[in-house]
């Protein structure tokens, strides 16, 4: 049974740090691209960060390129989110994502094949 649970979110004041993590299981760790996704109150769903493992590729949102860090550690089958400077317009709830193909994240997102459940960050000002 493949399994992707993400943790880490709370309530944080502007400019503080969180770490999301997203525990996977039932998948083969390594042959897989992760993402990040967040979706505000009112607000359609937005790719924030994701990566590859095969070509350690990156791609940020602009709005907080500078300020996530994504990346995995194989070891432990998990991707990350590491946020600073956070602002209240990152306030959502956020979605890890695995997929094969790096693209889809920014493309076609209807196409990604697993999906973890939400961790809420909320930014007070």
């Known amino acids: 049974e493949v399994q992707l649970q993400a943790f880490g979110g709370g309530l944080v004041q502007a400019g503080g740090s969180l770490r999301l993590s997203c525990e996977t299981s039932?998948?083969?760790?390594?042959?897989?691209?992760f993402g990040w996704f967040r979706q505000a109150p009112g607000k359609e769903r937005e790719g924030v960060a994701c990566?590859?493992?095969?070509?350690?590729?990156?791609h940020y949102l602009d709005s907080v390129q500078d300020r996530f860090i994504v990346f995995t550690n194989s070891a432990k089958n998990t991707a990350y989110l590491q946020m600073y400077d956070l602002k209240p317009e990152d306030t959502a709830v956020y979605y890890c994502?695995?997929?094969?193909?790096?693209?889809?994240?920014?493309?076609?997102?209807?196409?990604?094949?697993?999906w973890g459940q939400g961790t809420l960050v909320t930014v007070s000002s």
């Open positions: 994502a695995a997929d094969p193909t790096f693209g889809n994240f920014w493309t076609r997102p209807s196409r990604i094949d697993y």
């Open positions: 990566i590859t493992q095969t070509e350690n590729r990156r």
């Open positions: 039932g998948f083969t760790f390594g042959e897989y691209a």
